[in-house]
Antibody
Framework: QVQLQESGPGLVKPSETLSLTCTLSGASVTSGSYYWSWIRQAPGKELEWIGYIHKSGSTNYNPSLKSRVTILIETSMNQFSLKVTSVTAADTAIYYC???????????????????WGQGTLVTVPS | DIQMTQSPSSLSASVGDRVTITCRASQGIRNYVAWFQQKPGKPPQSLMYAASSLLSGVPSKFSGKGSGTDFTLTISSLQPEDFGTYYCQQYHSFPWTFGPGTKVEIE
């Protein structure tokens, strides 16, 4: 059974860097062809996809956050991580790590959907 | 970005009722839609992908249909454990985007 677990500080000061780690169990970040994503949910707001990383190290970020976000993969630890720089109160949210697996259509497997989610971790940036 | 809208924003129904939630994309996304259920204080749980394919372990009372811009999620016979907020999401184009959610309450 694939399980993802987020960890990191629950409180980050404004202008500092938010750093979270997602630890995978029941599977390897290097197995298969999956995308490992971060998603966040601000209080009372919609889910927002932040970005993903592939085992190759290739990444894709939401343009709304791209200038402040870095996602890295640490294969030896079976983890991937998220860094968001220059945080403000608007970055207060529950952060989830997820796995996406490929969906194949018309002979191509270029589409990915979320199948597993971590429990989420609340990060608060005081105003 | 592709905008996803959902209707209704909330609904209240009785046990045994058939419930349908609608999701609309701002442009055509073929069938690249997923659905999630989220209960308070819990992470979203993936229910469905490709508009109508259930993930392993998801009860068959959930069904989905649609293509292009209009999609539906139906719960054939609402049960007490089906309360929560349901989200649709498109994975046709980046950035992947979610709908605002439909809150389902049991009368």
């Amino acid at each position: 059974q694939v399980q993802l677990q987020e960890s990191g500080p629950g409180l980050v000061k404004p202008s500092e860097t938010l750093s979270l780690t997602c630890t995978l169990s029941g599977a390897s970040v290097t197995s298969g062809s999956y995308y490992w994503s971060w998603i966040r949910q601000a209080p009372g707001k919609e889910l927002e996809w932040i970005g993903y990383i592939h085992k190759s190290g290739s990444t894709n970020y939401n343009p709304s956050l791209k200038s402040r976000v870095t996602i890295l993969i640490e294969t030896s630890m079976n983890q991937f991580s998220l860094k968001v720089t220059s945080v403000t109160a608007a970055d207060t949210a529950i952060y989830y790590c997820t796995r996406s697996r490929p969906y194949c259509s018309d002979g191509s497997c270029d589409w990915y959907f979320f199948d597993y989610w971590g429990q989420g971790t609340l990060v608060t940036v005081p105003s | 970005d592709i905008q996803m809208t959902q209707s209704p924003s909330s609904l209240s129904a009785s046990v045994g009722d058939r419930v349908t939630i609608t999701c609309r994309a701002s442009q055509g996304i073929r069938n690249y839609v997923a659905w999630f259920q989220q209960k308070p204080g819990k992470p979203p749980q993936s229910l469905m992908y490709a508009a109508s394919s259930l993930l392993s372990g998801v009860p068959s009372k959930f069904s989905g249909k649609g293509s292009g811009t209009d999609f539906t999620l139906t719960i054939s016979s609402l049960q007490p454990e089906d309360f929560g907020t349901y989200y649709c999401q498109q994975y046709h184009s980046f950035p992947w985007t979610f709908g605002p959610g439909t809150k389902v309450e049991i009368e």
